[in-house]
């Protein structure tokens, strides 16, 4: 255990003179943070809308009014029948509402009054959002006439409405959704790649082989060589939850005792992976892409960071129960969103301590052999 | 034992395995103790014989030459005498422990250095000290001794605290060194230590290895600088995975008992080599820098003069001629030809 220590000294020393090891450990997984947080981000604003507006009333006003003071919409311009084409053809608004004439007189009679929306689904998550919220403005505002009508009039059944209730993140703000997806990205990427390259690079520059003379066994090596790395990696994620509880807002809803024990595990897997990409590498080069393969894409696709899993064909649906990210990602949400307890998701954690146990099965076995 | 392969060239063929042997036995007989000893060792990689059947004994204080040029199986036989690398066939005992049952007791009692200086060039001269002391175990009181003793060994004084990767080729190598015997190896081994380095760094290297020669301390090394192996005690010639000689170098150069070597500066070296070469006193020629060196045939007597006169008629000039003692490098090539 004492030669563990040394080793695992040096190397703490060794990252601390090394400003590319040290860069990869904590400035990019802030880059990373920012980047993504404010870049993915799955909320639309600011959605550029023309009107066609052919009946000019004040109940037409109020709908366009209502359209824009949602704070989702743009208007940015007034067209007719002829310009509409144009305007989505050069992607100049992504929405038209056409209000046809008699809207207002219709309303007013308490008839149906149909208004179009045009939505531009050359995206279509984007236009599934701007769908959603066209259609929330507009039963409101349609509730507000038949409420109008119902003043003083007989009663009527209540007209059957959805009220829709989203728990967790009642404002269906996706930072949150997406903020646990990233601390896992950027924890697997930084713990798998400084790693590897860590131990390929004692391989090119010859000083394995002067450690592999000393009388130290492999285990012994790759556990000190470790230890500062899960130290690295554990203040890098704590770091990224914490920024992320400041600048996006993310709760903490459950313990932090069962938030390091799933991190922990989660990064010791991801640590064993690091490992063994070291002992099939050669070289950085290799190590760097094989790391990065390993961890970039199946965390970003085959997690449910981004992609759901329920959505995805059965074939990759089997190879995310390979993907440690799937069950740190249902445990972190699981703890930072809903505050749930140990029952609700224990097999999660048992996935994780398996697949470390796992990869690090492999990984000395790998590295014994090639030690003597 | 000595020269694995019979010399086929007649009078001097019979004198040398004897020679060798009869002096190892000296060595036996003067107390002293085989610390490395290899029996038929052989080391295959796939198909190819990377090491063939050597058979060798170092002495406990020796400073003993593995010499041979790169991939006559040098370092693979280093490597199975440090138990990095399992062997084939044969056995090796290190410091009376056989490498293939205990390579770790063995790495425990040797110390290794490598022709890359193995240390971290991030890292201080202090901290790769104590990195190495640490992967060695060595205790706290004991550290510090042998910190003091690498730091000056070295001449390293007042730059404990300098990155080693900025430390001029020669002070890096002389830490390597330290670092590998900070534990006090009775044995150490060292890959062509020298490679790389300034001669003024290489004197001085091989300077430290008399002073652990002279502290009873076994040092094997393999070096491809046939002037290095000069400094040796005794050397073995590896020559494509076999051991072609071994001997000290007086031994080693009685190959060519009976026979002359002339050393002729000419003006066209290429020239006077092709013209010797047709002389019928002339074994062969090879080429020494800019001088040519003749080997002549046995119990001829070597006659300068005649032979620059000729030399002279075929139209070459010969600005200096006469007779050289052997050097190392006639006898590697003499050895390199017969194992061809």
Redesign the interface.
Known sequence: MRKALAVGRKEFRQIIRDTRTLMILLFVPAFFLLLYGYALNFDIRHVHLAVDDRDHTAESRSIISAFINSGYFDLIASTDDRRVTALMNGNEVRAVIVIPSGLGRDLRRGLRAPVQVLINGDNANTATTVMSYALTILQSESARYQGGLDLGAVPRAPLLSVEPRVWYNPELRSALFLVPGLIAYIAMITAVISTALSIVREKERGTMEQVRMAPLDASTFVVGKTIPYFIMSMASAMSIILVSMVLFGLPMRGSWLLLLVALSLFLIGALGLGLLISSVADTQQVAFQLAALASFLPTLMLSGFIFPISSMPAFLRGLTYAVPARYFLIALRAIVLKGASLRAFWGNLVALGVFAVIVLILASVRLKRQWV | MTTRDKTPTDSSAAAEPGSAESSDEARVAAGRKAVIVTEHLSRKFGNLVAVRDVSLRVYQGEIFGVLGPNGAGKSTTIRML???L?PTSGTATVGGIDVSRD??GV??R?G???Q?F??????TVD?NI????????LDRGRLEARRRFVIEMAGLEGREHT?TGDLAGGWRQRLALGC?ILHEPRIVFLDEPTGGVDPVSRRRFWSLIDQLSASRITVLVTTHYLDEAEHCHRVAIIHAGRLAALGSTDELKAIFRGRSILEIHAGNPVEAMRRLDEMAEVEKTSLFGTAVHAVLRADRPADPASLADRLSRAGVEVTAIGPVPPSLEDVFLELAEQNA
């Open positions: 440090c138990g990095l399992e390579p770790e790495k425990r040797i290794y250095m490598s890359r193995s240390l971290y060039e991030a890292l901290q104590r990195f190495f002391a640490g992967i060695y175990g990155r590998a």
